[in-house]
């Protein structure tokens, strides 16, 4: 009898505290985030054309000499200007306000070379098809080779600060692509590798 | 972190945390308190100071990106002595109202004539892009313009 008590007891004791780490493990489970997935379905010229046409791009490649900032895509505030450089006014810099990278106490994003796309890579208010055509277009594209192409679109740190892009004013997180940016940059150079073909549509 | 750089002429080394804003350590580390906290947004330009002749909002500019750089302040514009033609020029137009935001506009002008020695008020609407509470814009426009002018006359002179 006594031993059965004993079985007894010991058994329970044993459930709870499995029930115990079982409980812990769910919730740090919770607390991990989950890996990133693509919202993006399809070809990587579909998973490439899906980045660069986000907010995070073409705020920095817009059709006028006004930048355009937010997830609204609003016109920069202050009247900010492109400038003849494309680093804005002479007195009135990106750099007086963006440095070499995000700034989370005043939400100032920032990343080297902080700057407008040059007027001639204007992609605001193209489709996706117009846009990698003059990608590909060197009187357009600053007169880089599709090797060269591929290294901005997948090297340069101004580009890639569109996967850290650091909290806005109020604080909040700005929003990212929908391609994570590993699966991102693969999709760029395999299309780049079979040939560079932009589809009909 | 230790950040060493030049301040209105002076050398200084701060040992602060390298993202704290470059503002709070000209206030409150080296007690300068001529450069004012306005919005902490880089929106309202009250904040304004020079890094290496450029204008800057120095609430958005953390002071481990100073290293080995000359900044200058509204204290170190000019003396009283020997005023800088933007401070003659405010004194002259009678500029500032509650002054809050004057030593950033001034700043702000001064980094814009020297790029800009004569600047159009389209030159200024470009430019000078702080914000003034007590809207003294009408006076601070005709300062600008005398700023330019006292500026150029200054150069020639030294030349
Ligand atoms: S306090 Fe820096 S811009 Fe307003
Ligand atoms: S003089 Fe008061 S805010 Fe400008």
Redesign the pocket.
Known sequence: MNNKLLYLLLTSMFVGVVLVFANIEAETNSQTPATEKSEVEGAPFDKMMAVLTHKRCVNCHPSSDYPRQGEDRHVHNFGVQRGADNHGMPALRCESCHQHENNDFSGVPGAPEWSLAPRSMAWEGLSRVEIAKSMLDPTKNGGRTLEETVHHLTEHELVLWAWEPGVDANGNPREKPPVPKDEYIEAVKAWAAAGAVIPEK | MKISFNINGQPQTVDVDGNTPLLWVVRDVLHLKGTKFGCGKAACGACTLHVEGEAVRSCSYSVKFAEGKRVTTIEGLGTKENLHPVQQAWIEEVV???????PG?MMATAALIEKVPNPTDEDIDNNIVN??????YYRMRKAIHRAAELNQSSKQIDQ
């Open positions: 500032p109202q509650c002054g809050y935001c004057q506009f914000i003034c509470r007590c809207a003294t």
